[in-house]
């Protein structure tokens, strides 16, 4: 599987708000996720430390307004997408805008590295 065919169905799902499925489709077992520097996400390794991560994140979340994702850009073992998000968490009652950059390496048809660009809110996440 080619980088652009891993980077279209992931974007594909991405879309659905599939996260979980496109990470277990996608994600090698020793994938490293690194998060902003000072986020309390942090830097993980691992696809069960990834899919740990999500469901704290599910439970954090009250609703999904909006969910954009862009299409990928390709080159060579590398892909990227804007991802913009309007959401509510919980005990806040105001919908909150999200955008970030999303870089993932791909090896052998498995993303082996994801690195998210976004401007941390601190009373949030």
């Not at 974007?11 to 708000?17: A, Q």
């Not at 942090?42 to 862009?70: C, F």
Request: glycine share 6%; charged share 30%; net charge negative.
């Amino acid at each position: 599987m080619t980088t652009q065919n891993v980077a279209d169905r992931m974007i594909l799902l991405m879309r659905e708000g599939k996260y979980e499925e496109a990470q277990k489709e996608f994600y090698a077992e020793d994938i490293v996720s690194m998060e902003p520097e000072g986020t309390p996400k942090g830097t993980v390794h691992g696809l069960d430390a990834i899919l740990e991560r999500g469901k704290q994140w599910d439970e954090m979340v009250e609703k999904v307004h909006s969910n954009e994702v862009s299409d990928p850009i390709v080159a060579d073992n590398f892909f990227s997408c804007s991802l913009k998000s309007r959401i509510t968490f919980k005990g806040n009652p105001e919908p909150v805008d999200m955008e970030e950059i999303c870089v993932y390496e791909v090896s052998n048809g498995k993303i082996v590295k994801e690195q998210f660009f976004y401007t941390p809110m601190p009373e949030v996440v």
